[in-house]
């Protein structure tokens, strides 16, 4: 998600001069901080708090006394999110005009000619009249919030169950919603469910079934007795293979033999080798653990 620009502190920080009214003042031209993409465009700012921009080379006031609380823009779109009294709407940042008025109790920014807005609770997305493209049915819950935003055609949204899934443009689910946790990439998404992690094709086919995060060999030191050339005994840590590995899937880690077997689900925030038939698990509050043996099994 893009930087939340607050511009009332950037028209604070630029040079207050005095207008030809007797209650406002005018801040300098903020167009760089790229609240404004026009440098035509002022923006303003009256003394009980409200803006509005004005095209200083027409005279015309494009958006007139509101309660501007914070603006947010995509890198590559004409329009910006921005909210006024507890409400987001959406203004031109070339034109300095509003294009969707302040209506909606959350917004996204808009990328590939979609935007998605929140009311009564659901999430919808609209086009650059505000018209509903694809309509509030969606709960705002599931994955993390940051992704009702399209890229590539696709968009992470939830069902009413809080289960995750992928969207085209027209609201189709190109990859139903039965899943923990959606990654969307251009090609392919990555589907959690159940500690289980899956590549999966946008058109439902699973490309590959099993996918990790990372996977380490479990090893462990153990000193190993020698003999000087000079006939002094010595001792020097080896590294022991245990023949088994940690296998990590959603920052949670697993037991799996060499076979490629999985001998625990991925409980646990790590695993350490004590031995060839002893491991420290530990649990995911960081400071509880179990001891597993060589089978997985959790030793009572």
Not at 16 to 27: G, K
Not at 166 to 174: R, S
């Given at each position: 998600?893009?930087?939340?620009?607050f511009?009332?502190a950037?028209?604070?920080?630029?040079t207050?001069?005095?207008?030809?009214?007797?209650?406002?003042?005018?801040?300098e031209?903020?167009?760089?901080?790229?609240?404004?993409?026009?440098?035509?465009?002022?923006?303003?700012?009256?003394?009980?708090?409200?803006?509005?921009?004005?095209?200083?080379?027409?005279?015309?006031?494009?958006?007139?006394?509101?309660?501007?609380?914070?603006?947010?823009?995509?890198?590559?779109?004409s329009?910006?999110?921005?909210?006024?009294?507890?409400?987001?709407?959406?203004?031109?940042?070339?034109?300095?005009?509003?294009?969707?008025?302040?209506?909606?109790?959350?917004?996204?920014?808009?990328?590939?000619?979609?935007?998605?807005?929140?009311?009564?609770?659901?999430?919808?997305?609209?086009?650059?009249?505000?018209?509903?493209?694809?309509?509030?049915?969606?709960?705002?819950?599931?994955?993390?919030?940051?992704?009702f935003?399209?890229e590539?055609?696709?968009?992470?949204?939830?069902?009413?169950?809080?289960?995750?899934?992928?969207?085209?443009?027209?609201?189709?689910?190109?990859?139903?919603?039965?899943y923990?946790?959606?990654?969307?990439?251009?090609?392919?998404?990555?589907?959690t469910?159940?500690?289980?992690?899956?590549?999966?094709?946008?058109?439902?086919?699973?490309?590959?079934?099993?996918?990790?995060?990372?996977?380490?060999?479990?090893?462990?030191?153990?000193?190993?007795?020698?003999?000087?050339?000079?006939?002094?005994?010595?001792?020097?840590?080896?590294?022991?293979?245990?023949?088994?590995?940690?296998?990590?899937?959603?920052?949670?880690?697993?037991?799996?033999?060499?076979?490629?077997?999985?001998?625990?689900?991925?409980?646990?925030?790590?695993?350490?080798?004590?031995?060839?038939?002893?491991f420290?698990?530990?649990?995911?509050?960081?400071?509880?653990?179990?001891?597993?043996?060589?089978?997985?099994?959790?030793?009572?």
């Open positions: 998600m893009e930087t939340i620009r511009i009332f950037a028209l604070l920080a630029g207050i001069v005095s207008s030809c009214s007797s209650n406002t003042s005018v801040a031209d903020i167009s760089d901080d790229g609240l404004l993409l026009n440098d035509d465009l002022v923006a303003m700012r009256s003394q009980d708090g409200r803006v509005y921009i004005k095209n200083a080379s027409t005279g015309v006031v494009t958006i007139k006394d509101i309660k501007l609380d914070w603006t947010q823009r995509s890198g590559n779109d329009l910006a999110v921005f909210c006024s009294e507890g409400k987001r709407g959406f203004y031109n940042l070339f034109t300095g005009e509003i294009a969707v008025p302040a209506q909606y109790r959350r917004a996204w920014v808009f990328r590939e000619g979609l935007a998605a807005v929140q009311r009564n609770g659901n999430i919808g997305f609209i086009n650059y009249k505000g018209e509903t493209v694809i309509d509030f049915k969606f709960p705002y819950h599931g994955n993390p919030l940051t992704t935003v399209f590539d055609g696709h968009c992470v949204v939830a069902d009413t169950t809080g289960k995750c899934g992928v969207i085209d443009k027209a609201g189709n689910w190109l990859i139903r919603p039965e923990d946790y959606v990654s969307a990439y251009p090609e392919y998404a990555i589907v469910k159940a500690g289980v992690t899956r590549q999966m094709g946008y058109d439902g086919t699973v490309l590959n079934a099993f996918v990790l995060d990372n996977l380490k060999e479990l090893t462990y030191r153990e000193q190993e007795r020698f003999i000087t050339g000079e006939g002094e005994v010595g001792y020097a840590d080896k590294i022991v293979k245990t023949g088994l590995y940690a296998y990590c899937v959603g920052g949670r880690y697993g037991l799996m033999d060499a076979g490629c077997h999985r001998l625990t689900e991925p409980l646990y925030k790590d695993i350490f080798a004590l031995d060839k038939n002893i420290r698990a530990i649990l995911l509050d960081y400071s509880s653990e179990v001891i597993l043996n060589s089978k997985g099994e959790v030793m009572r």
